[in-house]
């Protein structure tokens, strides 16, 4: 059923609204040029903005795509950014006038309109300074889903007593979820998640050399870890960032009914 005969119908009596609105939610993309179908509705669906991933384009599609996503949302999140890729968002950026955001560090580009606090708090904790990037990737897709961010990095178990004061900080914050990047063992979020009552996401990341190396011997460590633990693919900062945050404002929410 596309947008037409959805309102055909509720206007003739044929749907009640809840139905409209669920078949509304399922319909809204609009098809690019045969090169992309962008999600524009994905944010209101399920909680979670939709994000081009700047891989794998060139710097004609990422400005294309980021285009469709201003009109319909006013704003637009892009990951795994290169500099030619900022440069092309950043000159499309000043051509119509918005604000672009950008950590160099986390590879991640922001246009528009900044996302409005949710009330949710997630605390990113990283094992070494080499697994910052992912962490920032995680830091910066929770600040875009409304989330207060707490970072502490460089807490890895090579020195184990630099976590424990780091980690208090963020307990005392309240934070809602916790995302902990960690390379070479991969052994951090497990020990984390020993420790805390909140959710902790592990996110194996791609340190190390050798055998088990490219991530692959931290993910297995996270796998088998026995805390309850939940773990994201190699690398994987932005769905990281995007669970804990989603846990976050759903607690965020909870708070705010009671």
Same mark, same amino acid.
């Given at each position: 059923?596309?947008?037409?005969?959805?309102?055909?119908?509720?206007?003739?009596?044929?749907?009640?609204?809840?139905?409209?609105?669920?078949?509304?939610?399922?319909?809204?993309?609009?098809?690019?040029?045969?090169?992309?179908?962008?999600?524009?509705?994905?944010?209101?669906?399920?909680?979670?903005?939709?994000?081009?991933?700047?891989?794998?384009?060139?710097?004609?599609?990422?400005?294309?795509?980021?285009?469709?996503?201003?009109?319909?949302?006013?704003?637009?999140?892009?990951?795994?950014?290169?500099?030619?890729?900022?440069?092309?968002?950043?000159?499309?950026?000043?051509?119509?006038?918005?604000?672009?955001?950008?950590?160099?560090?986390?590879?991640?580009?922001?246009?528009?309109?900044?996302?409005?606090?949710?009330?949710?708090?997630?605390?990113?904790?990283?094992?070494?300074?080499?697994?910052?990037?992912?962490?920032?990737?995680?830091?910066?897709?929770?600040?875009?889903? !409304?989330?207060? #961010? +707490? *970072?502490? /990095?460089?807490? %890895?178990?090579? $020195?184990?007593?630099? =976590?424990?004061?780091? @980690?208090?900080?963020?307990?005392?914050?309240?934070?809602?979820?916790?995302?902990?990047?960690?390379?070479?063992?991969?052994?951090?979020?497990?020990?984390?998640?020993?420790?805390?009552?909140?959710?902790?996401? !592990?996110?194996? #990341? +791609? *340190?190390? /050399?050798?055998? %088990?190396?490219? $991530?692959?011997?931290? =993910?297995?460590?996270? @796998?088998?870890?026995?805390?309850?633990?939940?773990?994201?693919?190699?690398?994987?900062?932005?769905?990281?960032?995007?669970?804990?945050?989603?846990?976050?404002?759903?607690?965020?929410?909870?708070?705010?009914?009671?």
């Amino acid at each position: 059923m596309d947008l037409s005969d959805t309102l055909k119908k509720f206007k003739n009596g044929e749907i009640s609204l809840n139905e409209a609105e669920k078949h509304l939610k399922f319909a809204c993309y609009e098809d690019l040029s045969n090169i992309a179908k962008v999600d524009i509705h994905r944010a209101k669906r399920i909680g979670i903005p939709e994000a081009i991933i700047a891989d794998c384009k060139t710097c004609d599609d990422v400005v294309s795509i980021a285009r469709v996503q201003l009109k319909n949302e006013g704003r637009s999140i892009i990951t795994r950014t290169s500099d030619e890729k900022y440069e092309a968002l950043r000159v499309m950026a000043e051509e119509m006038c918005i604000d672009i955001r950008w950590s160099k560090r986390a590879r991640v580009a922001v246009l528009g309109v900044p996302a409005e606090k949710t009330g949710g708090r997630v605390g990113v904790v990283s094992a070494g300074t080499a697994d910052i990037p992912v962490s920032e990737e995680a830091k910066e897709i929770a600040v875009e889903m !409304g989330c207060t #961010v +707490s *970072t502490i /990095y460089d807490v %890895g178990v090579a $020195g184990i007593h630099r =976590l424990f004061p780091e @980690l208090g900080k963020l307990v005392s914050e309240g934070v809602d979820a916790i995302v902990v990047a960690a390379g070479r063992e991969g052994t951090l979020p497990a020990i984390v998640a020993g420790l805390v009552d909140v959710p902790v996401i !592990g996110v194996p #990341v +791609s *340190t190390g /050399y050798g055998a %088990g190396g490219k $991530g692959e011997a931290a =993910l297995l460590s996270m @796998l088998q870890s026995c805390s309850v633990l939940a773990v994201v693919n190699i690398d994987a900062g932005f769905v990281a960032g995007a669970f804990a945050a989603r846990i976050a404002n759903l607690a965020a929410k909870n708070r705010n009914e009671k």
